[in-house]
Structures are given as C-alpha cells and as structure tokens.
C-alpha cells in the first residue's frame, strides 16, 4: 500500500505508523509541496524523496503550529515539525501584521527557526550594532559584516519582514555611552554606514549581502527617550533636537540607498518617567517634533508593557491602556501634521515568572495578555506589533516575557506560545470592524468585531478586564472566577478557548427568546466568538 499524506494536515500517525518509525517524504519540484509517505519509492517522477526524521509524540495542527496545553520540553533526539518550502528568496507579502523579536545569529541554524516558522508571523526585528560593524573608524570596505549577516538570515529562511533596529554607537563616535548621542563630527560617519548597511540589505544585486537578506524597515536606536538619570548609561532622552538631526543626517541616504526603504522611528518607551522614579524622559518625542524631525522619519513607533507603574498613567479603567497610550501618541502627531504617518508597536510583552516580588504572574496569565494585547493593537490598525520576545534564554533579563525557553538544546515551549500561534491566524489578516463593548472606569468588559478576511464572516474577541492581577497587592483580591454576559447579534456562534480550542455552540433559541441574539458568557480568559 502506498500511503500519500499532504503535510498541513494532522499528522498524528503514531497509531498507523507507530511512535519512533522513520518516516519518509516526497516533495514536488514545481510547487515545493511535501508529502509524508509510507516509502521513498512512493515518489512519482515529478517528487524527489527526502528523510522526514523519526515519528514523535507531537501532533502537527493544520496551521503548521505546534499545540501545546502544558510547557514541553525538546531534546536534541526531539524531531520538530517540517516546514513547507522553508527556503525563500524575497520577502514574504505582508499578510498580517504580527511579529516577533528575535536576537542575534538567526534562521535555520538555530535550534527554534521551525517553532519560529509555525508561528506564521509576518514580521521579525533584529538589531545591528553599528559598534560590532565599524568598532574603529574605518572605510567602508574594511566593515566587519559577518554578524549582521548572521542576525539577519532569518529573512532569508523564514520569508518575513524584518524590521532592523540600529544601535550600539562605537565608542570613538559617541560620548559618553553606546546609547548617547552621536558626536556631531561623527554624523557624517554614521550617515556613511547606514548608506552601506541599507544598500547591503537592499537585494538589487548591487553591494548585496551574500545571503540575499532584504531589509526595507530601518529602526533607529531603542527606546532613544532613555534618560541620563544612570550613571555611564546615558540615552537620546535629554537631546531631542540631537535626535531630530541624526534622523536629518540619515533620512535621504536610506531612501537613496534603497528607494523601497522606511525610516522607522525608535520605538520609545514613553513610561516610567524620570518625575515618577523611572528612566524615561516624557518630552522626548515631543522635543524632536519641535527640532523639525516629523519630516524625517517614515513610520513612528512606540513599546507596551503594561505594568502598573506603566498603565496607571494612560487609564483609570481594568484594560491594559495600550489603546489610551496610543491615543496619546496619535494626538501628538496630528499637532505636528504628520498623523497620517503610520504607527507600529516593535515591544509589547508580558511575563510567565510566578516568583516575580512586584508583578508575580503565570505561564497562564502571560497567554491571556498575548490575547489582549494583540486584539487592541488589531483594533488601533497598526502596521505592526512585535512580541518581546520570540525565546527566552539563560541571560540575565528581568522577566521571561518569550513564547519559549531555550537552555541549550532544550527547547520549553510555553503556553503563550499556542496562543500566539492562535492569535496570528485569527487576528493577523482580519479586518478590525468595531469597538462593542469598551473598557471604563465603570465597565470591566471588553470585546471587539473584526471581520474573518477569508470567510468574509464577523468574529469577536472578548474578554472580562483585568485579564490578570496588575501586581502583588491585588493578588489576593484577584477574583479569577468573575464573569459578565455579552450580547450579540447573531442565530448561532461557535465558542473557542484563546487556545483555538471549540468549547461550546450557543444558538438564538437557548434563551428561550427567538430575537436575532445569543448571550455569552465571557471571563478573565479571552475567548473567540465566530457567528456562523
């Protein structure tokens, strides 16, 4: 018998094959399609056959993602799921508008690239560190390439967008910090580099990259609103203007470079303010649109975390204050005229640490903010939104905010990170339809209308606010249990968990009352209303 299996679909062989059986496959020259079969002479003329590895214990879902209810762990003897086509050579269209941050070397070497894949995230950021490139003031031709090569592979592999933050000033061009301004001598050596870093990534053959890597989304530096507050690590924060002019400096030697490419500005933190104990200077953005910079720049770009020491300045209500802190931002930019420039979000992130002393949390409560944050920022019509981060790993950061941990070969697979995977195809190419219910200071539910791109059908998003205690001091008041009832115009719905999990079915007729509507009942815990 000859056994044809195309891959998307459910892979769970283990009782036909059996667990630890090698399994053979076939793929398509013309169209890179790859089949599981029971030999590798099953392979018609058309197919050559490849070594799949051996059969595990995890499913695949159709999506290409693997479903995890509990954190897992891989080993170097665990055979993750293939890919289809995972090769690409250009950039991926822009189907949704999720991505994630990734670190350093990146694609398929890495132990995470087919869990990075499955997610089908669109849009990817990496930094390059102009210090690692040029750490002494060189010629051009004398750059040292080969780690920025390596961090951007991922583009190559994956078929994302990737969006490249500039960062890390060397020494001999700044003062006193990597993070500082740069020297105004110094400008036009930074102008010099980025021309060279673009025109590398720009794939037009000339100057390229060796790897191909096509980069059209250019970030320059991290949260550049980081003050002078910490010794020996001061930021752009105090020097707006300093800001407005280096965007000045670079602004036509990228669109020069490579006429496809957006100048994004760097994503600020715009919390945790220096007058309330923080880091952050609150008139930086505010600084460099009076020193002309709104003229310079592509794309504008923010970060969100929603700690409390963040959240309490953007709303008095439940929700996370994404959307007020967006707002805020929005207003600013039509006082400049230029709010019509779009808006990205490249950091928003919350934890898994249930040891944290001041915002204790859990790989439970992490995967609820994945919902929420990805919805509102649906709803906002960002151009894009980046979880921090793609994978946790042994460095020293303060809270474990990835969809993974790697430790080594050992590869935890959180809950987030189903989750997310979720979120992706449900959210990433909708089409946000309306605000139904809104968060208030008298109103903890949340829900919101985006319309199903391919199946042209109305879904929800609901969920009942604060999704998670904000930090220790509401831990014990935390009432996980509380519910609310939506009601929506709708014969019949299906009900899924954030986990895509089916959970229930309610029709018109189960409130006894033929109206047109259904009553839902919603909780802390998102949940995806899809009216049939």
Same mark, same amino acid.
């Given at each position: 018998m000859i056994l044809r299996i195309f891959l998307p679909a459910v892979v769970v062989l283990a009782s036909f094959i059996g667990v630890g059986s090698l399994i053979h496959g076939c793929v398509n020259h013309a169209?890179?399609?790859?089949?599981i079969a029971s030999h590798a002479q099953a392979c018609t003329d058309n197919e050559n056959p490849l070594q799949l590895g051996i059969m595990s214990f995890l499913p695949v879902p159709a999506t290409g993602v693997v479903a995890m209810a509990q954190p897992q762990q891989f080993s170097p003897s665990s055979y993750l799921p293939l890919l289809l086509k995972n090769h690409c050579s250009a950039t991926r269209l822009m189907n949704n508008f999720i991505g994630l941050q990734i670190y350093g070397p990146s694609g398929h070497s890495r132990n995470t690239f087919t869990l990075l894949q499955n997610t089908q995230s669109?849009?990817?950021r990496n930094t390059i560190r102009w210090v690692q490139v040029e750490p002494t003031d060189v010629d051009p031709s004398q750059y040292y390439w080969g780690g920025a090569d390596a961090a951007l592979q991922a583009v190559v592999d994956s078929c994302a967008n990737l969006i490249v933050t500039i960062d890390d000033t060397p020494a001999w061009a700044v003062v006193p910090d990597l993070r500082a301004p740069i020297r105004p001598e110094a400008l036009d050596d930074f102008r010099e580099f980025v021309r060279a870093v673009v025109e590398r990534y720009d794939g037009d053959g000339t100057q390229d990259a060796p790897n191909g890597a096509v980069v059209n989304y250019w970030e320059f530096y991290n949260e550049p609103d980081f003050g002078s507050k910490l010794p020996d690590n001061e930021g752009w924060g105090?020097?707006?203007?300093?800001?407005?002019?280096m965007l000045k400096t670079v602004y036509d030697a990228v669109h020069a470079a490579n006429p496809n490419a957006k100048v994004v500005f760097g994503g600020i933190s715009y919390n945790f303010f220096e007058e309330d104990g923080g880091i952050?200077?609150?008139?930086?953005?505010?600084?460099?649109?009076a020193a002309g910079g709104g003229d310079y720049f592509d794309i504008m770009n923010f970060h969100y975390y929603p700690f409390e020491h963040n959240r309490f300045k953007w709303t008095q209500t439940n929700s996370s204050g994404l959307r007020e802190k967006y707002a805020n931002i929005k207003e600013q930019m039509e006082e400049a005229h230029i709010g019509d420039k779009p808006v990205m979000i490249t950091e928003m992130g919350w934890h898994s640490d249930t040891t944290n002393a001041l915002y204790p949390s859990s790989p439970e409560y992490q995967a609820r903010r994945v919902v929420e944050l990805l919805a509102q920022s649906a709803s906002l019509e960002v151009m894009s939104c980046i979880w921090w981060l793609f994978s946790d790993t042994p460095r020293n950061l303060p809270y474990s905010t990835g969809l993974v941990t790697t430790n080594g070969p050992t590869i935890t697979i959180k809950p987030s990170y189903a989750v997310y995977a979720e979120a992706v195809k449900r959210l990433g190419a909708a089409k946000f339809d309306a605000v139904i219910s809104a968060a208030?200071? /008298?109103?903890?539910? @949340?829900?919101?209308?985006?319309? &199903? *791109?391919?199946?042209?059908q109305p879904f929800y998003v609901a969920w009942l606010n604060p999704v998670v205690p904000f930090d220790k001091k509401a831990v014990p008041k935390f009432d996980? /249990?509380?519910?609310? @009832?939506?009601?929506?115009?709708? &014969? *019949?719905?299906n009900i899924y968990n954030k986990e895509g999990t089916l959970q229930q079915t309610i029709e018109d007729r189960d409130d006894k009352e033929d109206d047109g509507k259904i009553t839902v009942v919603v909780g802390r815990s998102p949940i995806y209303i899809v009216v049939q």
């Open positions: 169209s890179g399609a790859i089949f669109s849009w990817l105090d020097f707006g203007a300093q800001y407005a002019e952050f200077i609150p008139s930086f953005f505010e600084d460099v649109l208030t200071e /008298d109103n903890d539910l @949340e829900a919101y209308r985006f319309i &199903d *791109a391919e199946a042209n996980d /249990d509380a519910t609310e @009832e939506l009601i929506i115009d709708a &014969d *019949a719905a």
